[in-house]
């Protein structure tokens, strides 16, 4: 007998903070609890949902229909990722990546809410279905050349397609959705395709012969897009996705997907900066399905050197990072000893408080430089280091696997 397995993924922009934060929140959150109440779900996977608040709001308006649910709890202001289901939740992990932004960007926030790869197992009547859901750094940039955190997202695709790859062999089923931030073109979107064999749920149902549909953010038809993205982006862009695979002697059918482009009803707002990803899929066991999906091993290595090369760009850039943070240090504490053994003013004066004043901010700055140098660009420049010898011991292994068929 076929078990329903409808998905929602959503980025719910729900970001509480001054002057920065999300807008409209309230207001959206309880429109989101009336959308996913009225609509047939199985699973909903939220990101960016911080706040205990929201998060229990929106437990309370979804317990009838949702018993299970966890929350990704972690870092300073956690994860943001939430799932809802229908099914049991019977186990839970979470993997946090080991390369996720930079303290010292504050306003970026990635570092601090210690984004990863969260699994939940669910048990769909007698199978197994692991879901896994993710929340990848996001673009601060949209022009490539200065997108400083390419190498990042790369770096998480390749760790998350080998969680994937190595956590789901025992399982019936696979499921991976979120929020992404990278486009079908780009290197971290086909390293999880290829090395994790996952199908893309929008792009089997909407196929067309290429990307130019399928919008979940930034598109100019959403009232949270900002004018000035709308000129980098008038389409807007697909980051968006709910990844699938069936296991052996399991069939997954997937019946339709599309992106939730609806407003809040009687008004024009949306309900978040992203539009909703949904995709209807029945799955049941089957003795006579096949065996897991073969691994295209020629496409698989193409990625993978695309994947190096960027990973190779990462460890440049946390390099140069590096020797600018020691620059830093050096100067800050130069002229911060220039300070005190050049100025013997009467204290308690003006420019005897002004010069107190800097040493203070120079101290400061010379121990975050000190930090950022020593601690986290080191520690960047190694972590790209470590996912380039992964990346080698893939290529050989695959080298050695086309010889073989050969």
Same mark, same amino acid.
């Given at each position: 007998m076929e078990s329903s397995l409808n998905v929602l993924t959503m980025n719910v922009w729900g970001v509480r903070m001054p002057i920065l934060g999300s807008k409209l929140i309230d207001q959206r959150i309880s429109a989101i609890a009336e959308l996913v109440n009225k609509n047939?779900?199985?699973?909903?996977?939220?990101?960016? #949902?911080?706040?205990?608040?929201?998060?229990?709001?929106?437990? /309370?308006? &979804?317990?009838?229909?949702?018993?299970?649910?966890?929350?990704?709890? @972690?870092?300073?202001?956690?994860? @943001?990722?939430?799932?809802?289901?229908?099914?049991?939740?019977?186990?839970?992990?979470?993997?946090a990546y080991?390369?996720?932004?930079?303290?010292?960007?504050? *306003?970026? @926030?990635d570092w601090y809410a210690g984004k990863g790869c969260a699994l939940a197992v669910l048990k769909v009547n007698e199978l197994t279905i692991n879901l896994y859901i993710t929340h990848m750094h996001a673009r601060y940039n949209l022009k490539k050349e200065l997108d400083e955190y390419a190498g990042h997202r790369a770096h998480q695709a390749l760790y998350l397609s080998q969680f994937i790859k190595h956590t789901s062999s025992s399982c019936d089923a696979v499921l991976a959705a979120g929020?992404?931030?990278?486009?079908?073109?780009?290197? =971290?979107?086909?390293?999880?395709?290829?090395?994790?064999?996952?199908?893309?749920?929008? &792009?089997? %149902?909407?196929?067309?012969?290429?990307?130019?549909?399928?919008?979940?953010?930034?598109?100019?038809?959403? /009232? *949270?897009?900002?004018?000035?993205?709308?000129?980098?982006l008038p389409e807007g862009q697909r980051i968006d996705y709910i990844f699938y695979r069936a296991n052996e002697q399991t069939a997954l059918r997937l019946e339709s997907s599309r992106v939730l482009t609806d407003k809040i009803p009687g008004t024009d707002i949306d309900y978040s900066d992203h539009y909703g990803l949904e995709a209807k899929m029945f799955?049941?066991?089957?003795?006579?399905?096949?065996?897991?999906?073969?691994?295209d091993v020629?496409?698989?290595?193409?990625?993978? %050197?695309?994947?190096? #090369?960027? !990973?190779?760009?990462?460890?440049?850039?946390?390099?140069?990072? %590096?020797?600018?943070?020691?620059?830093?240090?050096? &100067? /800050?504490?130069?002229? !911060?000893?220039?300070?005190?053994?050049?100025?013997?003013?009467?204290?308690?004066? *003006?420019?005897?408080?002004?010069?107190?004043?800097?040493?203070?901010?120079? =101290?400061?700055?010379?121990?975050?430089? &000190?930090?950022t140098w020593f601690i986290t660009c080191i520690c960047e420049e190694n972590e790209f280091r470590a996912a380039k010898g992964h990346v080698e011991k893939l290529l050989k292994a695959g080298s050695v696997s086309r010889v073989k068929k050969e």
């Amino acid at each position: 007998m076929e078990s329903s397995l409808n998905v929602l993924t959503m980025n719910v922009w729900g970001v509480r903070m001054p002057i920065l934060g999300s807008k409209l929140i309230d207001q959206r959150i309880s429109a989101i609890a009336e959308l996913v109440n009225k609509n047939n779900y199985d699973v909903v996977i939220f990101q960016e #949902l911080f706040d205990s608040k929201d998060q229990v709001a929106l437990s /309370c308006k &979804l317990i009838d229909s949702f018993p299970h649910t966890h929350s990704f709890h @972690g870092s300073w202001i956690g994860t @943001g990722l939430v799932v809802f289901s229908r099914y049991p939740i019977v186990e839970t992990m979470f993997h946090a990546y080991p390369v996720n932004g930079h303290a010292h960007k504050i *306003f970026h @926030g990635d570092w601090y809410a210690g984004k990863g790869c969260a699994l939940a197992v669910l048990k769909v009547n007698e199978l197994t279905i692991n879901l896994y859901i993710t929340h990848m750094h996001a673009r601060y940039n949209l022009k490539k050349e200065l997108d400083e955190y390419a190498g990042h997202r790369a770096h998480q695709a390749l760790y998350l397609s080998q969680f994937i790859k190595h956590t789901s062999s025992s399982c019936d089923a696979v499921l991976a959705a979120g929020d992404f931030n990278s486009t079908p073109n780009e290197v =971290a979107y086909k390293v999880i395709r290829s090395n994790a064999v996952l199908d893309d749920a929008w &792009l089997l %149902k909407n196929m067309d012969g290429s990307h130019t549909r399928g919008y979940t953010s930034d598109t100019p038809g959403n /009232c *949270f897009t900002p004018p000035s993205v709308t000129a980098e982006l008038p389409e807007g862009q697909r980051i968006d996705y709910i990844f699938y695979r069936a296991n052996e002697q399991t069939a997954l059918r997937l019946e339709s997907s599309r992106v939730l482009t609806d407003k809040i009803p009687g008004t024009d707002i949306d309900y978040s900066d992203h539009y909703g990803l949904e995709a209807k899929m029945f799955v049941k066991r089957s003795l006579t399905a096949g065996q897991v999906p073969n691994l295209d091993v020629g496409v698989r290595q193409g990625c993978l %050197k695309d994947i190096s #090369l960027v !990973l190779d760009e990462g460890a440049k850039r946390a390099r140069s990072s %590096k020797y600018y943070y020691f620059v830093t240090m050096i &100067l /800050c504490l130069m002229v !911060l000893l220039l300070c005190r053994e050049r100025y013997t003013g009467n204290a308690g004066n *003006f420019l005897h408080t002004l010069l107190e004043m800097l040493q203070g901010v120079l =101290a400061v700055m010379s121990g975050l430089s &000190l930090w950022t140098w020593f601690i986290t660009c080191i520690c960047e420049e190694n972590e790209f280091r470590a996912a380039k010898g992964h990346v080698e011991k893939l290529l050989k292994a695959g080298s050695v696997s086309r010889v073989k068929k050969e």
